[in-house]
T-cell receptor, first 114, second 117 residues
Framework: AQTVTQSQPEMSVQEAETVTLSCTYD???????LFWYKQPPSRQMILVIRQEAYKQQNATENRFSVNFQKAAKSFSLKISDSQLGDAAMYFCAYRSGGAQKLVFGQGTRLTINP | DTAVSQTPKYLVTQMGNDKSIKCEQNLGHDTMYWYKQDSKKFLKIMFSYNNKELIINETVPNRFSPKSPDKAHLNLHINSLELGDSAVYFC????????????????FGEGSWLTVV
């Protein structure tokens, strides 16, 4: 079974600085997708960024980018120019190409210091 | 317009009661899900329906029964509620058929916060 590990329960960063959240996963499959979801205090799950495993190019969405290291099974999220609104729980998630469910990591709580 | 909507958003009920959470999606997706987030924030899938057919049923007690009247709706009924059922329940949807990357993305509702007392 696939597993997703987020080794940082909590992280903090000064406003306007850059922070990187770590995620590793374990799978024997070659076809899969990876996601980062943000969960603010409102509890809503918001998609931040997604990556197809077969693509070597790292995904970017404005201030959010990933460092996808397929051989190392690592999928970290970099947030540049951190803003107060970025404060939230961040979940890394894995989805097999042949399955219809997400496997989530334990989450990382990100605090932004003004 | 909310893409995936759930009702109620908050629910406080006593042990032993039966309750339902409703979910509707207006994204035209063919697959819907229920996820549970426990007190430690851990998220895990419970059920998945594709075109009204149950395709994923994780190890969930029989007291939980999903119902999908059509592919835009997936309701969750819980019988004989227990303290341990207290959690946030998320409905979600995605488009599975057809090969597009966006179809591999699962979109979540706002969650239904269930407290059993």
């Amino acid at each position: 079974a696939q597993t997703v590990t987020q080794s940082q329960p909590e992280m903090s960063v000064q406003e306007a600085e850059t922070v990187t959240l770590s995620c590793t996963y374990d799978t024997s499959e070659s076809d899969y997708y990876l996601f980062w979801y943000k969960q603010p205090p409102s509890r809503q799950m918001i998609l931040v960024i997604r990556q197809e495993a077969y693509k070597q190019q790292n995904a970017t969405e404005n201030r959010f980018s990933v460092n996808f290291q397929k051989a190392a099974k690592s999928f970290s999220l970099k947030i540049s120019d951190s803003q107060l609104g970025d404060a939230a729980m961040y979940f890394c998630a894995y989805r097999s190409g042949g399955a219809q469910k997400l496997v989530f990591g334990q989450g990382t709580r990100l605090t932004i210091n003004p | 317009d909310t893409a995936v909507s759930q009702t109620p958003k908050y629910l406080v009920t006593q042990m032993g009661n039966d309750k339902s959470i409703k979910c509707e999606q207006n994204l035209g997706h063919d697959t819907m899900y229920w996820y549970k987030q426990d007190s430690k924030k851990f998220l895990k899938i419970m059920f998945s329906y594709n075109n009204k057919e149950l395709i994923i049923n994780e190890t969930v007690p029989n007291r939980f029964s999903p119902k999908s009247p059509d592919k835009a709706h997936l309701n969750l009924h819980i019988n004989s509620l227990e303290l341990g059922d207290s959690a946030v329940y998320f409905c979600a949807s995605s488009q599975v058929t057809g090969k597009s990357f966006s179809g591999n993305t699962i979109y979540f509702g706002e969650g239904s916060w269930l407290t059993v007392v």
